[in-house]
């Protein structure tokens, strides 16, 4: 996740640092700083300061992030659903991406065009990551940019004709699903930045096989889907599947991964499962 969004940049962030991870008695308030860590860092909610900073106390947090699509996807949704009953739907579809963008510093979608540019312009990794950490935005980007936003202000529109409130359902699935789905790049593949530079702040580079399976609980409550919507559960294999072929992508060119990658990962993969359950509302699935 291109960061940027939460915290300052690298050499201003500077919070308290973290006191070492505590034993079972304290296990509650080391998750609630963990969690409170994820929302500082992916999203422009303000956090206290006695919140800290390590890199292991970031790297732990990210199992954590599906639970920042749940908040994201909450402000999107409920500013789609308010917005559709005042306006047409491609405004509210407009406004709801705005809505995401703003809670959440648009890093993700700045990572999207970074990817854009990097690996649309470099012949080489060295090449690709120096153009991922310039901030100028090339034609790649903003080609890039437009292509992703118009298709998901197109789908988020569609999805309010078609299914009302229940369009509600399908942005927090694509927006927890999504998350998911990079948490599984953190584990099992590696940061591509050997100097692990990055043009902001940090980011989480790593996570346990516990920590991937809690980061999975933040999907069961969509096991509701199964007898409510089923066809709508195809969205997490198309997930998967785009984050398959973006990682295969990503440690062909770079050797791994960086935040900008994760970040297009996320966007690319909300998309997808946008798509898949406007395809099943179409098909009246």
Request: aromatic share 10%; net charge positive; hydrophobic share 55%.
């Amino acid at each position: 996740m291109s960061a940027g969004a939460g915290g300052a940049v690298d050499g201003a962030l500077e919070p308290a640092a973290a006191p070492d991870r505590p034993g079972p008695p304290g296990r509650l308030a080391w998750e609630v700083r963990l969690f409170l860590t994820a929302v500082m860092f992916y999203t422009r909610l303000p956090c206290p300061n006695w919140v800290g900073y390590s890199e292991d106390q970031l790297n732990q947090s990210t199992r954590y992030f599906p639970a920042i699509g749940w908040i994201v996807g909450a402000a999107v949704a409920a500013t789609a659903l308010a917005a559709d009953l005042v306006w047409p739907a491609s405004v509210a579809a407009l406004l709801a991406l705005a809505a995401g963008v703003l809670l959440t510093g648009a890093f993700h979608e700045d990572g999207f065009a970074d990817v854009c540019d990097g690996f649309g312009g470099g012949t080489s990794k060295a090449r690709t990551l120096e153009i991922m950490k310039d901030s100028r935005v090339g034609a790649f980007a903003a080609i890039g940019l437009v292509l992703l936003l118009g298709v998901k202000a197109a789908a988020l529109a569609a999805l309010l004709q078609n299914l009302g409130w229940r369009a509600a359902a399908a942005i927090l699935f694509a927006h927890v699903a999504s998350r998911w789905s990079v948490v599984t790049v953190i584990f099992s593949d590696v940061y591509a930045r050997a100097d692990a530079s990055s043009k902001v702040k940090p980011i989480g580079k790593k996570i346990s096989a516990g920590g991937l399976a809690a980061a999975t609980v933040w999907l069961l409550p969509f096991a509701g889907l199964a007898w409510w919507q089923p066809w709508w559960l195809l969205g997490l294999p198309a997930a998967f599947l785009v984050r398959l072929l973006l990682g295969r992508w990503f440690r062909r060119r770079l050797g791994g991964y960086t935040g900008d990658c994760l970040g297009a990962a996320q966007q690319t993969a909300e998309t997808a499962v946008l798509l898949v359950v406007l395809a099943c509302a179409e098909a009246a699935l």
